[in-house]
C-alpha cells in the first residue's frame, strides 16, 4: 500500500523540482528525501524518477503518481475536514500567505478576532501577488489572501473562492500640495510633470499607474522605483513626490499625506481570500475565514473615510461595501 506521507513527499518534489529543494521545504535532508522517494517507488513498483549523478526528475509514471496522489490527499483532507467539522472548537495552526498590502492591513484585525481561540495558532506570510493561488492548491497554505486588478482570477473546484472587497487607486501627495485641498480639483494632466513615484515595473499597481498615466496623456517617465507601497507613501509623506497607490496601502497608516479619489473610471483591483474546498469546513479553517470577512468590513469603513467621499460620486453612494461570501447558505464564513 502506498504510503501518505511519501505521496505528500512526491507532490512537494513536483513542485519544487529538485531533491535539495524539497528537502528544504519540508525541513529534512537530501538524503532523507532521496531514501524516502526510492522506498515509495519500491512500493509502486515503478520508476518514478529519472536520476542523473546531479538531477532527478519525474518519469511518465511519476506525473501519474503524482496526479493521483493529489486526489487521494484531497479526499483524506475532506475526510478530516467533515469528522473535525463536529467538534465545535477551531485548534491546531492555519497558515494563511497575503500579498504585502493585504498581510499589513489584516493582520492586526485577525489577531484581535483569532486569540479569543485559544487552542489555534495563526501564520501569516507574506507572498508576492500572484503565487497565493498555487500555494492553497498545492497543500503549502490553508488560506490564500489574493489580489486581481484585470478580471483573471482562475476559478477551479478544488478551491473555494471569497469575495472581500474592491480596493481602488488613489492619489497620494504630501499634506502641502495644492491638490491637498479636497475643494481643488484633480487635474492629471496638470500633474503629469510631477515627481511620480512607482513600485518597479511589472509589479501590478505599477502596471495600473501607468494606466492611469496613460489615460491621462502620458507623463514622463518615472524616475523614482521603489520596492514596497509603506516606502512610497513615506517618501510622499517627506515631499519627494506623488504616487498612486492601492487604498489598501493606506491601512498601516502614515502622517503627513493627503489622499484624494481619482476622477474618472476608476482603476481598481479585487481582493479574495481562496481555500481549498476540501478544508472549507474544518473549525480552525472556518473560525480564521469568519475573522477575514469580518476585518473586510472594517478595512472598508475605515478607508471610506480616510479618503472621504468622491467628488463626482452620488451624493447617496457611500463607501464600497465588501462583497458577501459565495454561497450564503454552508458556506463557512
Known amino acids: 500500500m502506498l504510503d501518505l506521507r511519501r505521496l505528500i513527499l512526491i507532490c512537494e518534489f513536483a513542485r519544487r523540482g529538485s531533491i535539495a529543494a524539497t528537502a528544504s521545504s519540508l525541513g529534512y535532508s537530501a538524503s532523507a528525501v532521496s531514501q524516502q522517494l526510492a522506498a515509495l517507488e519500491r512500493e509502486a513498483g515503478a520508476a518514478l ?31 478530516e475536514s467533515d469528522l473535525s467539522a463536529h467538534t465545535a472548537t477551531p485548534s491546531g495552526r492555519v497558515v494563511v500567505t497575503a500579498f504585502p498590502t493585504a498581510a499589513v492591513a489584516f493582520a492586526p484585525a485577525l489577531a484581535r478576532s483569532l486569540r479569543r481561540h485559544r487552542e489555534l495558532s495563526l501564520r501569516l506570510r507574506q507572498s508576492r501577488s500572484g503565487r497565493g493561488m498555487r500555494e492553497v492548491e498545492s497543500g ?51 500633474l503629469r510633470e510631477e515627481p511620480w513615484m512607482a513600485t518597479p515595473e511589472g509589479e501590478p499597481s505599477r502596471t495600473a499607474v501607468d494606466r492611469l498615466l496613460a489615460a491621462a496623456g502620458g507623463a514622463a517617465p518615472v524616475a523614482w522605483e521603489f520596492e514596497g507601497l509603506g516606502t512610497i507613501l513615506s517618501l510622499v509623506a517627506r515631499g519627494i513626490g506623488i504616487a498612486a497607490v492601492p487604498a489598501l496601502a493606506l491601512a498601516a497608516g502614515v502622517r503627513g499625506v493627503a489622499v484624494r479619489d481619482l476622477p474618472g473610471e476608476p482603476i481598481e483591483r479585487h481582493v479574495y481570500a481562496v481555500a481549498r474546498e476540501s478544508s472549507v469546513h474544518r473549525p480552525s479553517v472556518a473560525a480564521t475565514l469568519r475573522a477575514i470577512h469580518v476585518a473586510a468590513r472594517f478595512l472598508v469603513t475605515d478607508l471610506g473615510h480616510l479618503r472621504g467621499h468622491r467628488d463626482d460620486d452620488d451624493p447617496d453612494r457611500g463607501p464600497p461595501r465588501p462583497s458577501p461570501p459565495d454561497g450564503a447558505g454552508g458556506a463557512p464564513l
Open 140 to 190: 503549502e497554505v490553508d488560506i490564500a489572501l489574493i489580489d486581481d486588478w484585470w478580471g483573471r482570477v482562475r476559478r477551479d473546484t478544488s478551491v473555494r473562492t471569497f469575495p472581500l472587497l474592491v480596493d481602488p487607486l488613489v492619489l497620494v501627495v504630501p499634506r502641502r500640495h495644492p491638490m491637498a485641498d479636497p475643494e481643488v480639483p484633480i487635474d492629471l494632466a496638470a
Open 49 to 79: 524518477l529519472d536520476r542523473t549523478s546531479r538531477s532527478a526528475e519525474l518519469t511518465d509514471a511519476g506525473w501519474r503518481l503524482v496526479d493521483h496522489a493529489q486526489r487521494i490527499l484531497a479526499m483524506v483532507e475532506s475526510a
